[in-house]
Structure formats: structure tokens, C-alpha cells
């Protein structure tokens, strides 16, 4: 081509040459088939993801899946929206793109242990859908189809963080018996993809019949029982209350951020709750799911804020802190989907004034510890967005707000009123750990610890008739 732009200056706003821009590219039509397969794949990895966040025991893929089922509802979002401005009313974004994708994602869902999770997850779903956002960026037309490259762009740029975690966790975790003795079934997801003619469909499709189905040929039945590694030796210490120790005017703000370190720790528990919340409820909007993932996906990372200030601190967590699942099991063995929503939102409503996420700022602020203060400034900005989620999709969803609150009241009654029947065995052995974190502390510092924070022992034990105290971190 002889022309030339002005002064030369990028031609096209800088989208690409004219020589690339000269080239047909795909037609509206392929480019819809592909976007429906790229919402297919982020929408089923939303779902796996979120799925095996309160079974699976290793607290670091816990918070690795919170924040990559938060990618792929956010993408799928994207491609959802992009589909619906390329002549496609209505969207049939619910179609199967292919019958061989379905046993696929499924296969992925049922696999029975964390390790071929992680293979299947990190080294086959998301690098294929790496590999044809990919492919869809170099075919599709430069120009024409800007607004979809962008997205795509966005989309990679999630996927090369999430697919080097997965490459590293699978290093950590995968032997290479596991890798053997998982290779037949690796080889089906391979079948799976070529039935498809790739996760995209640019490729030509493999004859036959559908894949033979192995894990998935049994129904995935939701686990909604909270699991965690040899980390979190007891599920039940109540020995320590946070709040009675945090909310005392008398004692002093440095060792009250301890406290608050606990307290966002233990929110681990939240994403164990609220991941059976999404994965057990049906037939709401997509908004609903990819909203109620957001704040899954932030109390996940109010969890790894409290494990990165005990660290910054040189606090060793696991050998200095109890954290308990009590929340999480509770809620989740005994209230239906809905109830522990209206739990949710019961606590956050109800119970934050009382708690004060502005006062925990400031007492962060007190205590001079400036991380602690960047923690606190953005655990309450979070939280006042979780009661605008709460507002929009449990309140909008019950005849009144008096009764959304009435309902979420009645619900975390009946929740105390089965803790305070505790188990023997819930109550045996437990220990006291505050005093030994606050001596490390101290030691750490090179001061001499206060006797009489030294021997704060009040437990959630003695005051089973008011356990509201003990979910307050959410």
C-alpha cells in the first residue's frame, strides 16, 4: 500500500496497520459463535471454582479459587454484554455450544481429589481458553471488531496471572505418580476438546460419539461441609473473644490490632458460606451470581489481609492463632441457601454499627501501625459495598426490608440456639492462645508485655446465650 498516514502517525488510532486492516477477518456470525464459547468456559470455570472453595482444605487454594471464580464471572460478564451487541436478541446464552464441552467442565467438577483439580483447572481448561482468546485476537478483523479484541486483551491478562499461579501451585502439590496415574483421565479432557473441535470450535470437529463420561458419570453433589489443613488443628476454639478484648475502652490500641488481625483471619470462614449460598441457588440473573462472587472474592481477601499482618508482624498464624469454622458449618448444616443470606446481610446490617468498621480504623490509627490502617480503611469501604449487594439481591427479593431483617434475626437465632448446645468433644482441650500471640509480640518488639493484657482469658463459651459477638468479623 502507497498510502500513507499524516506525518506519519499511527493509522486506525493505533489498532494496527492497514495492511492487517485490509485482511476480511471473521464474520459476525463466527465471531458470535466463539464469544458464546468463551461465556460457556468462563461461565462453567465460575462454577467449578466456587464449587470446591468450602470442601477443599488448603487454605491457599481457597483463596486462589475465590479470586479466580471473581475473574471468570467478571470476563464472562464482558462476553455476555459483547454478545448481546452483535445482532443477537435473544442472546441463548443458556446453549450448549457443543455436547462434548458440557462432559468436559464436568469432568473438571467431579474430579474426586485437589490434585487432579488443579490439573484440570490450570493445565487444560484455562491455558485453552488462553490459547483461543488467542487465536480470536490474530483472526478476528482489527478494526471491525475492536470492541471484542479489548475484551479479549482484559480477559488474557487475568488468564497469564491465573494460569502461572496454577503452573506453580501444580509444581507444589502434583508428584509425577499423580501425573501418571491421572493420565488416562487427562487424556479424556483432551478427547473432549478435539470432539469440540477445540474449546473455541475454529478447529475441525473429531467424529464420534460423545466422550465417555469417568467422574462426572455420577451426579456432583455440592459439599457444603467446611474443610481445612493440618493448619487449623481446632475447628471449634471459642477460648478467645475478639470482641470482648477489641470493644473494652480500657484496654490500649496495639495489641487491640492483634485482635483485629484474628477477626479478618477468621473470615475464612465467610467464602466457605457464601461459596454454598452460589453454588446452591438457582434461577437468579447473572447479576446476582457475579455480585454475590465479588464479595465472596473480598472476604477472601479479608482473610489473607489478617494472614499478611500477623506475618508482616513475624507472628507464625498457625502455630499462634485457633482459627475456628463454626460460622461456615453452622449456617451451612442448618439454614437453607436463602436463610444464610438473610444471615448475611442480618450481621452486616444489624450488626455493624455496634461492631464499627470505622472504629476499627481508628483504632488502627491509635495503634501508629500503618498497615493495619490500609487493612481497616479498605475492610470498611468493602463492607459498605456488600450492604449495597445485600440491599439488591436479598432485601429487593422480600416483601419489605423490616422483614429481610426480621427474617436474617430469626435465622441467627435459631443458629445460637443450636451453639448453645455445645458438643463435648467441641469444648475439650481447648487453649487459651492469646496469651502466648501477645507475648511473641512483645518479644518480637523488644518490650516487656502488660500483665493484665497478658491475662485476658474471656471465651465465647461463657456467653453462649449471646454468640452474635462471635460473627461479627463478617
Known amino acids: 500500500m502507497n498510502y500513507q498516514s499524516y506525518k506519519g502517525l499511527p493509522p486506525l488510532a493505533g489498532l494496527g496497520s492497514f495492511e492487517r486492516a485490509a485482511e476480511p477477518g471473521l464474520s459476525v456470525e463466527e465471531c458470535v459463535k466463539r464469544l458464546k464459547r468463551f461465556h460457556y468456559a468462563f461461565w462453567r470455570l465460575h462454577q467449578i471454582c466456587i464449587a470446591h472453595i468450602t ?25 455476555r454484554a459483547r454478545v448481546g451487541e452483535m445482532r443477537e436478541p435473544p442472546l441463548g446464552l443458556e446453549k450448549i455450544p457443543h455436547p462434548a464441552l458440557p462432559v468436559f467442565f464436568d469432568e473438571i467438577l467431579c474430579t474426586p481429589s485437589s490434585e487432579e483439580r488443579l490439573l484440570g483447572i490450570y493445565e487444560k481448561a484455562f491455558p485453552a481458553l488462553r490459547e483461543s482468546l488467542e487465536r480470536y485476537i490474530e483472526q478476528t478483523h482489527v478494526l471491525a471488531d475492536a470492541p471484542s479484541i479489548r475484551l479479549c486483551r482484559i480477559a488474557l491478562m487475568d488468564l497469564e496471572e491465573i494460569c502461572r499461579y496454577g503452573a506453580q501451585a501444580a509444581k507444589c502439590l502434583v508428584s509425577g505418580e499423580q501425573r501418571r496415574e491421572s493420565a488416562q483421565w487427562l487424556s479424556l479432557l483432551d478427547v473432549c476438546l478435539a470432539s469440540a473441535g477445540g474449546l473455541d470450535g475454529s ?101 489473607m489481609m489478617g494472614e499478611t499482618g500477623f506475618v508482616s ?38 450488626l455493624m454499627p455496634k461492631t464499627g468498621k470505622r472504629h476499627e480504623w481508628e483504632v488502627s490509627r491509635e495503634a501508629h501501625i500503618p498497615l493495619a490502617i490500609t487493612f481497616q480503611d479498605f475492610d470498611w469501604a468493602d463492607e459498605v459495598l456488600h450492604a449495597r449487594v445485600g440491599r439488591d439481591w436479598y432485601v429487593a427479593d422480600m416483601p ?10 430469626r435465622c441467627w437465632s435459631s443458629v445460637q440456639a443450636g451453639c448453645q448446645q455445645w458438643k463435648e468433644e467441641e469444648l475439650t482441650g481447648q487453649r487459651n492462645w492469646w496469651p502466648q500471640l501477645y507475648k511473641t509480640y512483645c518479644e518480637n518488639k523488644g518490650i516487656a508485655p502488660d500483665p493484665e493484657i497478658l491475662a485476658f482469658s474471656a471465651s465465647y463459651e461463657n456467653k453462649r446465650a449471646d454468640l452474635k459477638e462471635l460473627a461479627a468479623s463478617t
Request: aromatic residues 10%; negative net charge; charged residues 30%.
Open 55 to 79: 470442601a477443599e482444605p488448603v487454605y491457599e487454594l481457597k483463596m486462589a479459587f475465590s479470586l479466580h471464580g471473581h475473574l471468570a464471572a467478571e470476563n464472562d460478564t464482558n462476553f
Open 203 to 303: 478447529a475441525k470437529a473429531m467424529s464420534g460419539q460423545e466422550p465417555t463420561r469417568h467422574y462426572s458419570s455420577k451426579p456432583y453433589v455440592y459439599d457444603g461441609e467446611p474443610k481445612r489443613d493440618e493448619r487449623f488443628p481446632d475447628p471449634h476454639n471459642i477460648s478467645v473473644n475478639a470482641e470482648a478484648f477489641l470493644y473494652d475502652e480500657s484496654k490500649p490500641a496495639e495489641p487491640k490490632v492483634l485482635m483485629m488481625l484474628y477477626k479478618r483471619l477468621r473470615e475464612i470462614d465467610v467464602p466457605e458460606m457464601m461459596a454454598s449460598i452460589i453454588s446452591e441457588t438457582r434461577g437468579k440473573p447473572w447479576g446476582y451470581y457475579r455480585d454475590m462472587t465479588r464479595q465472596l472474592w473480598d472476604e477472601a481477601r479479608h482473610a
Open 313 to 350: 508482624l513475624g507472628l507464625d498464624w498457625p502455630k499462634l492463632v485457633m482459627v475456628n469454622s463454626i460460622f461456615s458449618r453452622r449456617l451451612n448444616g442448618r439454614l437453607t441457601p436463602k436463610e444464610r443470606h438473610a444471615v448475611l446481610y442480618f450481621i452486616e446490617q444489624g
Open 400 to 409: 419489605s426490608a423490616a422483614e429481610a431483617v426480621e427474617l436474617g434475626d
